[in-house]
């Protein structure tokens, strides 16, 4: 079964990077695409950006100076970084499997990521 | 982008009964839409895809409709287990972007 987890800080200070985990089991992140996407309080949520099969990569035009997507294969991981945080990056972060059409069938549990002094 | 508009945020229902919850595109998206529930403490699930697929495991009491801008998830004689947060998602072009959610709560 594909299980994706997410780990990283719970805490960021403002201007900093935030930079989360997304550690894979059940199925390898050199198939199909692996994505973040955001849920803000409120529940609103937002496509972040994915890493695909090969490596390459596709971001949200809305973050695309200060995302970053990368990968380990190794490990079966792949990371998010975001840069320059505000207080408006105060959301709970989710992993996600994406299916060759831009659908996302399985979910990791998602993260808190406080932005705050 | 694409908006997405889910007109109920919230929505109250009992066992037994029919619901549905709506989610009207800004734009024509053909039938490029995705339903996902979320429940406290669970990861999300996708339900439907291309409007009215149903993922593989999604009981059949759910049904999704529409084509172009709206489109509608229907849950026929609603179990227990159905009450949560749904979304839809638009993936007829990036960035891919979701209505702001629908909480189904027991009434």
């Known amino acids: 079964e594909v299980q994706l987890q997410e780990s990283g800080p719970g805490l960021v200070k403002p201007s900093q990077s935030l930079s989360l985990t997304c550690s894979v089991t059940?199925?390898?992140?050199?198939?199909?695409?692996w994505g973040w996407i955001r849920k803000f309080p409120g529940n609103k949520m937002e496509w972040m950006g994915y890493?695909?099969?090969?490596?390459?990569?596709s971001y949200n035009p809305s973050l695309k100076s200060r995302i970053s997507i990368t990968r380990d294969t190794s490990k079966n991981q792949f990371f998010l970084q975001l840069n320059s945080v505000t207080t408006e990056d105060t959301a709970t972060y989710y992993c996600?499997?994406?299916?060759?059409?831009?659908?996302?069938?399985?979910w990791g549990q998602g993260v808190m990521v406080t932005v705050s002094s | 982008d694409v908006q997405m508009t889910q007109s109920l945020s919230y929505l109250a229902a009992s066992p037994g009964e029919s619901v549905s919850i709506s989610c009207k595109a800004s734009?024509?998206?053909?039938?490029?839409l995705a339903w996902y529930q979320q429940k406290p403490g669970e990861a999300y699930k996708l339900l439907i895809y291309?409007?009215?697929t149903l993922q593989s495991g999604t009981p059949s009491r759910f049904s999704g409709s529409g084509s172009g801008t709206d489109f509608t998830l229907t849950i026929r004689s609603l179990e227990p287990e159905d009450f949560g947060l749904y979304y839809c998602?638009?993936?007829?072009?990036?960035?891919?972007?979701f209505g702001a959610g629908t909480k189904l709560e027991l009434k």
């Open positions: 996600a499997r994406r299916r060759r059409v831009p659908l996302f069938d399985y």
């Open positions: 059940g199925y390898s992140i050199t198939s199909n695409y």
């Open positions: 890493i695909s099969y090969s490596g390459s990569t």
């Open positions: 734009k024509s998206i053909s039938n490029y």
């Open positions: 291309s409007g009215s």
């Open positions: 998602q638009q993936y007829y072009e990036k960035p891919y972007t």
